[in-house]
């Protein structure tokens, strides 16, 4: 069975300084990833995909960036953090590419900026 | 550009009562539609997902038809129950990208 992991579950982190948030996938290879920033208790919006190693395509922009080092890993970063960039953090995988696919999700990453 | 929207922030009812949940979109693109579901402090989940027009999809008790001639994929349940309080989201797949609605909080009391 394939696996999702977030890390950190939580931060907590002071505007201007920088973050990292990390994904890995288990049991699948070669997924399709993604990172979803969610507001408290708003909709869901899509930051960036990757299809493959050392590709990331970029959706919105938010003053982050992102990154796929290894087939199974996703890291999210930036600099800099602004209090816009609190909220929650999610990543998620897909088997195939094309459409109708099912997103799955990690638990998330709950970013508070101060 | 795509865009889904559900007109319904927040829905409160009786445990018992039927709910409809809106959802319409607007797209260039043959239409690939999805209903994900938030628990509290969860991460969103598959419900339901279609494609095909005028055909019925069910899952745990939920349906949902997609009708491509009013651009609307509602989602539907007969008897709702306490554990369908969440957050549910419908959501327009553009190849790479999948656009989300606001999204409708459901809150089901006893």
């Known amino acids: 069975a394939q696996t999702i992991h977030q890390w950190p579950v939580a931060e907590i982190k002071a505007v201007g300084s920088p973050l990292s948030l990390g994904c890995t996938i288990k049991?699948?290879?070669?997924?399709?990833l993604y990172w979803y920033w969610q507001a408290t208790g708003g909709t869901l919006q899509q930051l960036f995909y990757?299809?493959?190693?050392?590709?990331v395509e970029s959706v919105v922009q938010l003053n982050l960036s992102a990154s796929r080092p290894k087939d199974d890993q996703f890291i999210l970063s930036t600099e800099k953090l602004l209090l816009s960039h609190s909220g929650f953090y999610l990543c998620?995988?897909?088997?195939?590419?094309?459409?109708?696919?099912?997103?799955?999700f990690g638990a998330g990453t709950r970013l508070s900026v101060l | 550009g795509d865009s889904v929207t559900q007109t319904e922030g927040l829905v409160t009812l009786t445990k018992g009562l039927p709910v409809m949940l809106n959802c319409t979109y607007q797209t260039t693109y043959s239409p690939f539609l999805f209903w994900y579901v938030q628990h509290l402090n969860e991460a969103p989940k598959l419900l339901l997902k279609s494609s095909t027009d005028n055909k019925r999809t069910e899952h745990q008790g939920f349906y949902a038809t997609l009708h491509k001639s009013s651009s609307s994929f509602h989602l539907q349940k007969s008897s709702v129950q306490l554990s369908d309080s969440a957050l549910y989201f419908c959501?327009?797949?553009?190849?790479?990208?999948?656009?989300f609605g606001s999204g409708t909080k459901l809150t089901v009391e006893p």
């Open positions: 049991g699948k290879s070669s997924p399709n």
């Open positions: 998620a995988w897909s088997p195939d590419w094309g459409r109708e696919n099912t997103l799955y």
């Open positions: 990757s299809i493959t190693v050392g590709q």
């Open positions: 959501a327009l797949d553009n190849y790479n990208v999948l656009y």
